[in-house]
């Protein structure tokens, strides 16, 4: 038998080398981690974390309008940026912290170095020759700006964590997650924000309602969103940076967020030289078990480009392995993934879109709901709640969760358990509801809105 350096080498710290590699030396693996860049990976670092404090951070202007109903006067607002982007670097650096000890911790060695893969078993970091039984290629993605004439003059995400200032004027181009939670931040600390989309409704793949709900409802929170249309090019001017869209119109803004996507990892790690196979879009591709073409080396998570989520990646690290270290075969399940959005108000959604819901099962029920928060009947600011639920009449199982109001995320998470479970319409009906909340809605829906 051949004796390698290590038993399983990983390369990216992101959220599912880290939870892989751990869990890897729980089962006695001898592991090793080559992160070069910060440990945590997109989400701990320019991702879930820090996005999810900002979106706490923009809510509080709000929040000071809503307290006026309820009979509080505040002094006149101000918000100082500065002292939020070093709170947040200060957590993300406790996290990386926690991150470097848990893989320490269990018994992994930590490479702050590249890694390049000089054959299916063998690496290179910092001049040192490694070699691994198993190669595990955690290298994740990074945010994708197209060409076109002023692309420099842009911001991407990554940059959006660290600006030495907060610019006043901003526009967001894109429709995706990124695009719409940067949107609802930017608006919430204050900013002027134009939201650019390509298509005629963004958030495409969710469901249609909950787009439209989400975009009146972000109209009615002062974003100028602009469908149908996209950016040609952009100047620097006097004024600041100069937008020119497709219609020919131009916007000036002092900041321009691209959030049109990102693009697995894949270059300069030696992938070719081994011949492992990419996809068209320049993910790798993997088998079910997460294996590539070439069998010693493994993908997970974003590098993939397949459920781009955290939870997912984690889930897939644990299952590859369990199958590799733990003598244990459990595929991931990618039924019923739950996932929101944290846009303003936020949106949380598991299982099927009404469209394909329809294409789907053929005959369905759907139940929806639009109503006022109890907590914003006596606001002066108006907010309202979406929800929807989509039937399979046939089964009478619920296949289609899908919420747009505050507190999305949390109340998804506890359905998605639910339908996962396979509930039909029937368990959701003889649920007691927990009163008053928002989430009792779903368990109170008698009439269906169509079938
Ligand atoms: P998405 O792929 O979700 O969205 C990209 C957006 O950019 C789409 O609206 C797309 O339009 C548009 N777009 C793509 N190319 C162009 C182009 N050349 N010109 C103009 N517009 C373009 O990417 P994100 O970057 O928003 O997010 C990446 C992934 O990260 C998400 O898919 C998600 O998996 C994950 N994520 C999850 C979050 C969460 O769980 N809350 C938060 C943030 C990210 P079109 O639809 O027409 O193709």
Excluded at 127 to 141: M, Q, Y
Excluded at 271 to 298: F, K, M, W
Aim: charged residues 20%; contains cysteine.
């Amino acid at each position: 038998m051949a004796s390698y350096d290590c038993d399983f080498f990983v390369i990216g710290g992101g959220s599912g080398g880290v939870r892989a590699a751990r869990m890897a030396a729980g089962f006695g693996a001898r592991v090793m981690v080559a992160e070069e860049r910060y440990l945590g990976g997109t989400c701990v670092n320019v991702g879930c974390i820090p996005k999810k404090l900002f979106v706490y951070a923009s809510r509080y202007r709000e929040e000071r309008e809503v307290a006026q109903g309820y009979g509080w006067t505040m002094a006149e607002p101000h918000f100082d940026w500065p002292t939020l982007v070093r709170n947040k670097d200060q957590e993300i650096l406790r996290l990386n912290g926690v991150y470097e000890r848990l893989l320490l911790n269990a018994g992994c060695a930590v490479l702050a170095a590249r890694a390049t893969l000089l054959d299916p078993h063998t690496l290179e970091v910092d001049g040192r020759r490694i070699s691994a039984e198993h190669i595990l290629v955690a290298t994740g993605g990074w945010p994708l700006v197209p060409e076109f004439p002023g692309r420099e003059f842009v911001l991407t995400s990554n940059e959006m964590f660290h600006l030495d200032a907060l610019p006043q004027r901003m526009v967001v181009v894109g429709g995706g997650y990124i695009a719409v939670e940067f949107a609802g931040i930017l608006r919430g600390l204050g900013c002027a924000v134009t939201q650019i989309y390509r298509g005629p409704l963004f958030l495409r793949g969710f469901d249609s309602e909950v787009r439209e709900f989400l975009a009146a409802q972000m109209r009615h929170k002062g974003v100028d969103l602009r469908f149908d249309t996209g950016v040609t090019r952009i100047d620097k001017t006097a004024d600041g940076l100069t937008l020119t869209l497709h219609d020919g119109a131009t916007l000036t803004a002092d900041g321009v967020l691209y959030a049109t996507g990102r693009v697995p990892m894949t270059s300069a790690l030696g992938l070719e030289q081994c011949g492992v196979a990419l996809d068209a879009a320049g993910a790798i591709r993997v088998d079910a078990h997460y294996r590539t073409n070439v069998p010693s080396i493994y993908a997970l998570g974003d590098v993939t480009n397949r459920v781009n989520l955290t939870p997912v990646a984690l889930a897939e690290g644990m299952s590859l392995v369990r199958r590799l270290f733990g003598a244990r075969d459990q595929p991931v399940d990618y039924d019923y993934i739950p996932t929101a959005i944290f846009s303003q108000p936020p949106v949380g959604t598991v299982g099927c879109s009404e469209a394909v819901a329809r294409a789907q099962f053929g005959e369905i029920e759907v139940y929806t709901s639009t109503f006022t928060p109890l907590r914003y009947t006596v606001s002066p600011l108006k907010e309202q709640a979406f929800m929807k639920l989509i039937v399979a009449t046939q089964t009478q199982r619920v296949v289609g969760l899908h919420l747009c109001g505050e507190d999305a995320g949390e109340i998804t998470q506890g359905f998605a358990v639910a339908m996962r479970a396979g509930a039909t319409k029937e368990i959701f009906d003889t649920t007691i509801g927990i009163h008053p909340s928002s989430a009792e809605e779903f368990v109170t829906m008698r009439e269906p809105t169509r079938r």
